[in-house]
């Protein structure tokens, strides 16, 4: 019989999860910056004029492939289209870039070029849920052409589809596919569980920037979902702009890097073209990568602490001027890579071009550079010298057929330089006899995967029969972080993840796809159910807990 176990995380991002959160402040965590470019203009075709612009990343059958944009730059007045370059990696740092001899560039098709102008770097996926022919897709905008140029439309977005990534269709009975709803800087994810595609972008006119999603079944028909996410007054009046967002799949919550702009609050366009008198002590100019995330993929939120997941280096660095996250940030062996290009100028054309008069080459202004997340650590509840507690909603360890052995309770936390103590709470606040604090064994390390222990090596097997409907975890912090905690079981038949497959299934199909933009804990619509007996939530007596599911 298969050795298979069922782990069931839960991250606290949000407290969706939480029933009570006290004494804790929830904290952005920073990804860990890999020390040198992983990619740099520097192939023999590669001008001086020329350099690294924005990224898509894929990792699919072991190998890592990247699609990239190479920008060209002469001066004011001479920036040229883009082109679209290829290149792979085994290990996402070494990367080669093969002479593929699909486009012909200054008399030579010995390149990587892909497309010979494009706008900005295509929306690029691995779309699960087609044929082999069309197993890749792509959403992009045209660039360069005197056509183009004459008619004077304004980005429309477009299809196509590849079986190797490298040879592109392009269907002309659906092109452009999108009309006049995105200026630059677009992503495009495949949601499996409502199997629709969901495209964000930045809407038009383009100030202040902001992002909007449109969602499809087929990538042709698209409907309009409106705005998502826009800056907030939590942000710094200098951060209005939202330059575009990269979503991906973790876990439960879809996540984002999202791309944040610092400009003059009076006028960006002033600030792009004239140099601040305060530079370089100011933000002006600036672009960071920051956390946004969802639990449907529509509706998305920010966490209150507004710290970069990623953030610009000191002035004088390499990356101190503007970071822009790949496509598709790729989650491995339980980490997080995320991909970006680091600029050494600001978001301002005055910086550009004061660079080019000085150095007469771009080729070193940009770089293809790559930050990691450990496993869940995104975001943590922190507590210090003075101890803070959590106490989740009842967690229904297991369906009733597998009631018969226990679970695994862990953390992923850093207690090193404290301690995590835990105990066992039913729905009615009455500590489980054995498994309160004091009996409980202290988490004081720095890792995932902690177990959680009670003295005498008890076990949960009983005490799941004994308390069918779960039972409320309640977690004592001091001078500790919280990034997760998952409940884990021996799973030999796969009963249990099918158990909760067909709960996220019926959760995310059945009661939100007809019931847009609400909870499936909210009443159905139409007669009010009846409050039953007890108080009001917010009129229960001192000391007295009211459980809200």
């Known amino acids: 019989m298969s050795q298979r176990t069922f782990r069931k995380k839960y991250l606290v991002i949000d407290d969706a999860n939480a029933l009570d959160v006290n004494n804790l402040q929830r904290k952005v965590n920073q990804a860990s910056k890999h020390p040198e470019p992983v990619l740099r203009a520097d192939a023999p075709w590669n001008l001086d004029t020329e350099t690294i612009c924005h990224m898509n990343v894929i990792h699919d059958e072991g190998v890592f492939k990247m699609w990239y944009c190479v920008g060209h730059y002469a001066g004011e007045g001479h920036d040229g289209p883009n082109k679209l370059a290829y290149a792979t990696s085994t290990d996402g740092i070494h990367w080669d870039r093969p002479e593929l001899g699909l486009v012909e560039i200054n008399g030579s098709k010995k390149n990587n070029y892909l497309i010979p102008a494009i706008n900005v770097v295509p929306a690029i996926i691995n779309d699960p849920s087609d044929i082999p022919e069309r197993r890749y897709k792509m959403i992009f905008t045209g ?3 005197d056509s183009a140029a004459w008619a004077r439309y304004h980005s429309p977005l477009n299809l196509a589809y590849s079986a190797d990534g490298l040879h592109w269709e392009r269907p002309v009975h659906v092109n452009p ?15 499996a569980d409502r199997r629709k595609y969901l495209l964000f972008t930045r809407r038009v006119p383009n100030l202040p920037r902001d992002i909007s999603m449109y969602e499809s079944c087929d990538l042709v028909n698209w409907e309009d ?3 998502v996410i826009v800056p907030d007054d939590r942000d710094p009046p200098e951060m209005y702009n939202l330059y575009y967002m990269t979503p991906f799949r973790y876990d439960d919550f879809f996540l984002s890097m999202l791309s944040t702009q610092y400009t003059s609050p009076v006028s960006e366009t002033y600030d792009s073209f004239h140099r601040s008198p305060d530079y370089p002590d100011t933000r002006m100019g600036q672009v960071d990568i920051q956390l946004a995330y969802s639990r449907d993929g529509h509706n998305w939120q920010r966490p209150d602490d507004r710290t970069a997941v990623v953030p610009c280096g000191e002035p004088g660095s390499i990356d101190a001027g503007g970071l822009y996250p790949a496509h598709n940030p790729i989650v491995k062996d339980g980490e997080t890579w995320i991909f970006y290009v680091q600029q050494r100028n600001r978001h301002s054309w005055w910086d550009i071009q004061e660079r080019w008069e000085r150095e007469q080459s771009v080729k070193d202004s940009n770089f293809g550079m790559l930050a990691r997340m450990p496993e869940d650590r995104w975001v943590y509840l922190d507590a210090g010298g003075e101890e803070g507690c959590m106490m989740t909603k009842p967690i229904p360890f297991a369906p009733e057929e597998q009631l018969e052995s226990g679970e695994e309770i862990l953390v992923n936390a850093d207690a090193s330089g404290g301690a995590i103590e ?8 009455q500590v489980v006899e054995g498994f309160g604090r004091g009996d409980c064994v202290p988490v004081t390390s720095d890792g995932k995967d902690q177990p959680v ?5 008890r076990g949960t097997g009983k005490l799941i029969s004994e308390h069918v409907g779960g039972l409320c975890l309640k977690l004592y912090l001091k001078n500790a972080r919280l990034y997760s905690y998952t409940i884990e079981k021996s799973d030999p038949e796969g009963k249990v993840a099918q158990f909760y497959a067909n709960a996220r299934w019926c959760e995310l199909i059945k009661h939100r796809s007809d019931n847009r933009g609400r909870l499936s804990t909210e009443p159905a619509i139409g007669l009010p159910p009846h409050s039953g007996p007890g108080p009001e939530k917010g009129q229960e007596k001192p000391g007295e807990m009211i459980l809200d599911f």
Not at 453 to 457: F, L, T
Request: charged share 30%.
């Open 225 to 227: 979902r409106g705005r």
């Open 453 to 457: 222990r009670w003295k005498g090596d």
């Open 422 to 429: 835990a105990e066992l709470v039913t729905p009615f606040g």
């Open 143 to 145: 660039g360069g052409t």
């Open 177 to 191: 596919v999108l009309r006049g709803i995105s200026d630059d800087c677009f992503s495009l994810i495949y949601d």
